[in-house]
């Protein structure tokens, strides 16, 4: 149903505005002011596509009135409809898009016509290109499967079902063997193809495509299995991967390294048996691959078998640990606008270590808390120092998923603003998509919060396929930060070049500015900055560097050669 809203304070306009258009079957809802209006977008069932509004009504002008519906309903085509006279006044609505077309009072009754029907059309091609975005965040432009978070939900009704029947389910991980080798010899168009093969292959094996998902040359299946028949069913898996695919007049054979998890057995949720399936797919590649393993915990190898849990602890009260800053560029302007902080550890025995090597050990013993608040007072006092010497930035902190369900947490972050005298829309939180989407409801209230606050909210590697369209409608964030993945491969993958301009350009319906992460190449960088990408992140500029370094850097503009 195609709905228009008419806001004018003059009944008698209202009523012949309204015979006019109605002739077109429109459904029609009327108000007399800007504040009306507003309530009745609200409680619409479905959206009302276009909205008609005069300029002069009392309280709340159109041009007031149509800029808070390009904020609240961005979607919306917003027309006005007035007096030639109040052009003047419309024209900063028009320059920032809450107007979409001026249109003068007296009106001929055909050309209203025609501008309405031009604006339904606009509607028509909006829902299309959203419909677009939705399937390229949803899907898996190569082989039409669905994403890791459509993935995600199918296995939770999967382990559901199983659950209720009281049936044994088997998550597979199958990673190709040196896949890398077949897109080295007949280059990304002839791989993409063999991996197209594969992927009708293995939907025809499965016998359901909703319960597989792809990631590069990873595949992920799930099948209700008695654990008796894995074995056969596994193997046979095996002989359809090694079966052979022709790609112009090339014979492929494909080896998989395959890891297996079972629920109940190694866990009751997605985050469990994926992390599983996964490491057991790594047993499997150490046995040369072509093969499978079966989840086993005590094969894991141990994390951190030089380091103890006590290191840690002292590293933590000795001030071993060290905040280091990347810079973030303005995509247009070539200038450090912030930084994200990033911690290091100045080991008294092994040297410098990554995060990588302590950061899971910290969350999963709960340091990650008091580590993370250090690095965020650190991080802070620091932009203070840097904002008193007149450079304009912002910092951008991680928060994991302990720190996100501290009761303190919101507490804490008040305090610290107070204290350092950071101003909050200067401090800008990442939370990863995967950790979003956990917990969404949660989530969202301690986001909401933040932004209470005035502290900018970015979902970090985003693309990574947990999320959609749907749930980043209704986040409280204000920037999303593009999975390295995407990057990596957008110079040699036309297929990551479209999901970038989706990505891009859902972004920006949403109001949200757009952060590149992990960018290496000039090549990289063009690209970005042709898609309108906002800011860049990555070694092309700099790598992290500690503060002294980083003030080195501030106030310069990088060049084309830099």
Same mark, same amino acid.
């Given at each position: 149903m195609r709905k228009l809203l008419i806001v004018d304070d003059e009944p008698n306009i209202l009523t012949a505005l309204k015979r006019t258009l109605q002739e077109d079957g429109y459904q029609i809802y009327t108000a007399n002011s800007g504040m009306e209006g507003l309530k009745i977008l609200a409680e619409s069932e479905s959206p009302i596509q276009v909205v008609l509004s005069d300029?002069?009504? &009392?309280? $709340? %002008?159109?041009?007031?009135?149509?800029?808070?519906?390009?904020?609240?309903?961005?979607?919306?085509?917003? *027309?006005?409809?007035?007096?030639?006279? #109040?052009?003047?006044a419309l024209k900063d609505a028009i320059n920032n898009g809450a107007i979409y077309k001026f249109l003068n009072k007296p009106w001929e009754e055909e050309a209203l016509r025609m501008q309405i029907r031009e604006a339904f059309k606009i509607t028509s091609k909006n829902i299309e290109n959203e419909n677009k975005i939705t399937w390229l965040l949803d899907h898996d432009?190569?082989?039409? /499967?669905?994403?890791?978070?459509?993935?995600?939900?199918? /296995?939770?009704?999967?382990?559901?079902?199983?659950?209720?029947?009281?049936?044994s389910l088997a998550l597979i991980a199958m990673n190709i063997d040196q896949f890398n080798?077949?897109?080295?010899?007949?280059?990304?168009?002839?791989? #993409? $193809?063999?991996?197209?093969?594969?992927?009708?292959?293995?939907?025809?094996?499965?016998?359901?495509?909703?319960?597989?998902t792809r990631s590069a040359d990873k595949f992920y299946l799930i099948e209700i299995l008695d654990k008796d028949t894995i074995d056969i069913r596994v193997k046979d898996l095996i002989m359809e991967i090694n079966k052979t695919i022709?790609?112009?007049?090339?014979?492929?054979?494909?080896? %998989?390294?395959?890891?297996?998890?079972?629920? &109940?057995?190694?866990?009751?949720?997605?985050?469990?048996? $994926?992390?599983?399936?996964?490491?057991?797919?790594?047993?499997?590649?150490?046995? !040369?691959?072509?093969?499978?393993?079966?989840?086993n915990p005590l094969s894991k190898l141990k994390v951190m078998e030089l380091i103890s849990e006590q290191d840690l602890y002292t590293a933590l009260e000795h001030n071993q640990f060290i905040v280091y800053y990347q810079p973030i560029v303005d995509a247009n302007t070539s200038v450090i606008k912030g930084a994200e902080a990033l911690v290091r550890w100045q080991h008294p025995k092994y040297g410098f270590l990554p995060p990588d090597s302590f950061i899971?050990?910290?969350?999963?013993?709960?340091? *990650?808390? &008091?580590?993370?608040?250090?690095?965020?007072?650190? %991080?802070?006092?620091? /932009?203070?120092?840097?904002?008193?010497?007149?450079?304009?930035?912002?910092?951008?902190?991680?928060?994991?998923?302990?720190?996100?369900?501290?009761?303190?947490?919101?507490?804490?972050?008040h305090n610290l603003l107070l204290t350092s005298g950071v101003p909050p829309q200067c401090l800008e939180i990442?939370?990863?998509?995967?950790? $979003?989407?956990?917990? +969404?409801?949660?989530?969202?209230?301690?986001?909401?919060? +933040?932004s209470d606050l005035s502290i900018k909210v970015s979902i970090d590697d985003f693309g990574t396929g947990y999320s959609s369209? !749907?749930?980043?409608?209704?986040? &409280?964030?204000? +920037?999303?930060? *593009?999975?390295? !993945?995407?990057? #990596?491969?957008?110079?040699?993958?036309?297929s990551s070049i479209e999901i970038l301009k989706a990505i891009i350009?859902?972004?920006? !319906?949403?109001?949200?500015?757009?952060?590149?992460?992990?960018?290496?190449?000039?090549?990289?960088?063009?690209?970005?900055k042709a898609e309108k990408c906002d800011f860049i992140q990555g070694y092309y500029y700099s790598k992290p560097v500690t503060a002294i370094e980083f003030q080195k850097l501030l106030g310069k503009t990088f060049s084309r050669s830099d």
């Open positions: 300029q002069r009504m &009392p309280n $709340m %002008a159109g041009s007031e009135f149509l800029t808070r519906v390009k904020e609240l309903y961005p979607h919306t085509v917003r *027309i006005i409809l007035s007096a030639y006279s #109040d052009f003047d432009k190569l082989t039409g /499967l669905q994403n890791r978070f459509l993935f995600s939900q199918q /296995l939770e009704k999967e382990i559901n079902h199983a659950q209720v029947k009281g049936l080798k077949v897109n080295y010899l007949v280059g990304e168009k002839n791989a #993409d $193809m063999v991996l197209q093969q594969l992927s009708d292959r293995l939907k025809l094996w499965l016998n359901n495509e909703k319960n597989m022709t790609v112009s007049n090339t014979d492929f054979h494909l080896r %998989a390294s395959i890891g297996v998890s079972l629920y &109940p057995d190694h866990g009751n949720n997605y985050n469990a048996l $994926m992390k599983h399936a996964y490491d057991a797919s790594l047993a499997s590649k150490k046995l !040369s691959g072509n093969t499978y393993q079966i989840y899971s050990v910290c969350e999963e013993n709960g340091l *990650i808390i &008091p580590l993370g608040f250090w690095v965020m007072q650190a %991080a802070c006092h620091q /932009l203070k120092q840097w904002r008193d010497k007149g450079h304009d930035l912002f910092i951008a902190v991680n928060l994991s998923p302990r720190q996100l369900r501290e009761a303190e947490l919101l507490d804490k972050i990442e939370i990863t998509e995967s950790v $979003m989407m956990q917990d +969404l409801g949660c989530n969202m209230e301690i986001m909401n919060k +933040l369209l !749907s749930y980043l409608k209704n986040l &409280p964030i204000h +920037l999303l930060k *593009i999975d390295k !993945s995407f990057i #990596d491969d957008i110079v040699m993958h036309s350009l859902m972004a920006k !319906s949403l109001g949200l500015k757009v952060i590149a992460e992990g960018v290496e190449a000039k090549e990289q960088l063009d690209i970005l």
